[in-house]
């Protein structure tokens, strides 16, 4: 994994013309919460220091990441609208697939539509609506219910 990192590293940007994903932290372990390793990005407006949100990759398997979800992301709302979360976690591809990804779960609250059609941009599948049990609500910042979507990485280039 740490040569990956490095490789990442090396250079921390993804860039699709519009937005550029930029590698802000590479520590996001919380063995609390059952994840073992991960990224997040800053997203910015192409060639620029204009912060638009992030994008993090959590990578591992646990009772609380099954409410998280493997990938996480937000929007500033000046930036909102125009699709980034979704180009976002497409150019999170290279990535995901160097580390053989088959599929990952993003999670929202059934009432953040805008997050749910980011889903759906990705031909994501939604896979349930669950509980959120009490234990885990403080992580999932209150939410009472999740919705757990499922991405099927594409495989090839």
Same mark, same amino acid.
């Given at each position: 994994?740490?040569?990956?990192?490095?490789?990442?590293?090396?250079?921390?940007?993804?860039?699709?013309?519009?937005?550029?994903?930029?590698?802000?932290?590479?520590?996001?372990?919380?063995?609390?919460?059952?994840?073992?390793?991960?990224?997040?990005?800053?997203?910015?407006? @192409?060639?620029?220091?204009?912060? =638009?949100?992030?994008?993090? $990759?959590? +990578?591992?398997?646990?009772?609380? &990441?099954?409410?998280?979800?493997?990938?996480?992301?937000?929007?500033?709302?000046?930036?909102?609208? @125009?699709?980034?979360?979704?180009? =976002?976690?497409?150019?999170? $591809?290279? +990535?995901?697939?160097?580390?053989? &990804?088959?599929?990952?779960?993003?999670?929202?609250?059934?009432?953040?539509?805008?997050?749910?059609?980011?889903?759906?941009?990705?031909?994501?599948?939604?896979?349930?609506?669950?509980?959120?049990?009490?234990?885990?609500?403080?992580?999932?910042?209150?939410?009472?219910?999740?919705?757990?979507?499922?991405?099927?990485?594409?495989?090839?280039?």
């Amino acid at each position: 994994m740490r040569k990956l990192l490095r490789l990442f590293s090396r250079k921390a940007t993804f860039s699709d013309g519009e937005i550029d994903l930029i590698l802000s932290n590479e520590d996001v372990a919380d063995a609390e919460c059952g994840i073992r390793d991960g990224y997040t990005f800053c997203i910015h407006k @192409h060639d620029t220091q204009k912060y =638009a949100g992030y994008v993090s $990759l959590r +990578l591992g398997e646990s009772p609380a &990441l099954f409410y998280l979800g493997h990938i996480g992301y937000r929007i500033e709302p000046e930036y909102r609208g @125009h699709g980034y979360a979704a180009r =976002a976690c497409r150019m999170m $591809l290279p +990535l995901l697939k160097r580390l053989h &990804l088959g599929s990952i779960v993003i999670t929202n609250n059934p009432d953040n539509i805008p997050s749910r059609k980011t889903c759906e941009k990705l031909g994501c599948t939604l896979e349930s609506i669950v509980p959120v049990p009490q234990e885990y609500r403080l992580i999932c910042a209150g939410a009472t219910k999740k919705c757990r979507y499922i991405w099927r990485i594409p495989q090839g280039e």
